[in-house]
């Protein structure tokens, strides 16, 4: 799981996305391994994978998870930042 979510940090912080070798590099991963982690993030949502570009990205799920987190109904959530 640490895993995951420091490739989806990773992603974060970046606008277009990164390659594969990239992401593995900077994840301090074999690629295969980072791979492997980015399609199962890929089959549940939270990455996309630009083939045109051959960049991965943050997925919609990502988005849809964020936006559930930071609504107006969590007043606790608006005070640090939502």
Same mark, same amino acid.
């Given at each position: 799981?640490?895993?995951?979510?420091?490739? $989806?940090d &990773? /992603? +974060? !912080?970046?606008?277009? !996305? $990164?390659? #594969?070798?990239? $992401?593995?590099? &900077? +994840?301090? /991963?074999? =690629?295969?391994?980072?791979?492997? #982690?980015?399609t199962?993030? %890929?089959?549940?949502q939270?990455?996309?994978?630009d083939?045109g570009?051959?960049?991965?990205? *943050? @997925? !919609?799920?990502?988005?849809? $998870? +964020?936006?559930?987190?930071?609504? =107006?109904?969590? =007043? %606790? *959530?608006?005070?640090? @930042?939502c």
């Amino acid at each position: 799981m640490r895993r995951a979510l420091s490739i $989806l940090d &990773l /992603l +974060a !912080g970046r606008k277009r !996305g $990164l390659k #594969l070798k990239a $992401l593995a590099e &900077l +994840a301090d /991963l074999p =690629p295969s391994t980072a791979h492997r #982690l980015l399609t199962t993030l %890929q089959n549940h949502q939270y990455v996309r994978f630009d083939s045109g570009e051959n960049l991965w990205l *943050l @997925g !919609g799920r990502v988005f849809e $998870l +964020a936006r559930s987190l930071c609504t =107006p109904s969590r =007043p %606790q *959530l608006r005070e640090n @930042g939502c």
